[in-house]
């Protein structure tokens, strides 16, 4: 599975960004899609998942009610909408892809990762 991911930039905070993830290869073993991220100094952590099939979703608290990530089956894509950005959101986002149906936000449970894309939040 290759992931291929797209977007991000530089935003002033309180702005909005998009990222895309594509998916490409042996995707029916794929069953969850997530996106981690590492801003700097800091170790990587997850920011929010989604599964393929019920479209279950889970977001850190960090992240919750501001950012929403949504699936497009047909496409092997998912989306990453990121609103009311802020300074703290400035981190490099990996996709990642996981086997499972069940929602891991530990980094080691996934099997798949895309390159990252830089997201730069001015104050």
């Known amino acids: 599975v290759q992931l291929q991911a797209s977007g991000g930039g530089l935003v002033q905070a309180g702005g909005s960004l998009s990222l895309s993830c594509a998916a490409s290869?042996?995707?029916?073993?794929?069953?969850?899609m997530a996106w981690f991220r590492q801003g700097p100094g800091k170790e990587r952590e997850f920011v929010t998942a989604?599964?393929?099939?019920?479209?279950?979703?889970s977001y850190a608290d960090s992240v919750k009610g501001r950012f929403s990530i949504s699936r497009d089956n047909a496409k092997n894509t998912v989306h990453l909408q990121m609103n009311s950005l802020k300074p703290e959101d400035t981190a490099v986002y990996y996709c990642?892809?996981?086997?499972?149906?069940?929602?891991?936000?530990?980094?080691?449970?996934?099997?798949?990762w895309g390159q990252g894309t830089q997201v730069t939040v001015s104050s």
């Open positions: 989604i599964t393929w099939s019920a479209g279950t979703t």
């Open positions: 990642a892809a996981d086997t499972s149906s069940f929602i891991h936000w530990k980094e080691s449970e996934y099997d798949y």
């Open positions: 290869g042996r995707t029916f073993t794929t069953q969850t």
